[in-house]
């Protein structure tokens, strides 16, 4: 069975400090999909990254970064300089291609960035 | 790039009565379709895989005689909450892959607000 750890219920930044969501996954299959959606008030996801495991290149994106390191089962999440707009419910999720499409949710995070 | 519509987006219904809401890829062909259900303040989780032309499956816990889902064209995959009471009061999103996409790329709804008084 899979399962999606996040520990960090909540945390809470001043703007411009930089913050890191963890996520720690559970699977059988070595081929999978792990994700990243960003959750705000309006409810609506907003896609951030996929990554399949055989992908273990770390990446950037603009603010956002993300480690993937398989040898912990870890794909942890950065935002750096945070602004008020960071805030939301951020989401790690984790998908294995043997029931694609199929997604795990982590219990998420609510990031609060404050001014 | 490719977007999945639900409707409506919010829904107030009294106890006892029954909802749809519908799912909807708007260019282009999902076979697969999923629908998840998210409570206050939790995680999203799944409820049932939604197949065009056959038979929904539901995950464990997840009565299929009360939440019917209908899969019957390419493009549109709607669930019904049947007698829906407060407890079924919630967020569903839906999600589909596009069966033409290489990347198999997945798609998610803005979702269905649902309270039951």
């Known amino acids: 069975a899979q399962k999606v750890t996040q520990a960090q219920t909540e945390i809470s930044v001043v703007e411009k400090e930089d913050v890191t969501l963890d996520c720690v996954y559970e699977?059988?299959?070595?081929?999978?999909?792990l994700f990243w959606y960003k959750q705000p008030p309006s409810g609506e996801l907003v896609f951030l990254i996929r990554?399949?495991?055989?992908?273990?290149q770390n990446e950037i994106s603009g603010r956002y970064s993300w480690n993937f390191q398989k040898s912990t089962s870890s794909f942890n999440f950065t935002i750096t300089a945070s602004q008020v707009v960071d805030s939301a419910v951020y989401f790690c999720?984790?998908?294995?291609?043997?029931?694609?499409?199929?997604?795990?949710f982590g219990a998420g995070t609510q990031v609060v960035v404050t001014p | 790039g490719a977007v999945v519509s639900q409707h409506p987006s919010w829904v107030i219904c009294k106890s006892g009565t029954s909802v749809k809401i519908e799912c909807r890829s708007l260019?282009?062909?999902?076979?697969?379709m999923f629908w998840y259900r998210q409570f206050p303040k939790q995680s999203l989780m799944l409820m049932a895989t939604?197949?065009?032309?056959?038979?929904?499956?539901?995950e464990q816990g997840v009565e299929k005689d009360k939440f019917l889902i209908n899969h019957a064209s390419l493009t549109l995959s709607t669930l019904t909450v049947t007698s829906a009471h407060p407890e079924d009061s919630s967020f569903y999103i839906c999600?589909?892959?596009?069966?033409?996409?290489?990347?198999?790329?997945?798609?998610f709804g803005p979702g269905t607000r649902l309270l039951v008084l």
């Open positions: 999600s589909a892959r596009d069966a033409n996409d290489p990347k198999e790329t997945q798609y």
């Open positions: 699977t059988r299959d070595t081929t999978y999909y």
């Open positions: 990554r399949n495991s055989f992908d273990e």
């Open positions: 999720a984790l998908s294995e291609v043997g029931s694609w499409g199929k997604f795990q």
């Open positions: 260019d282009f062909q999902a076979t697969t």
């Open positions: 939604s197949n065009e032309g056959s038979k929904a499956t539901y």
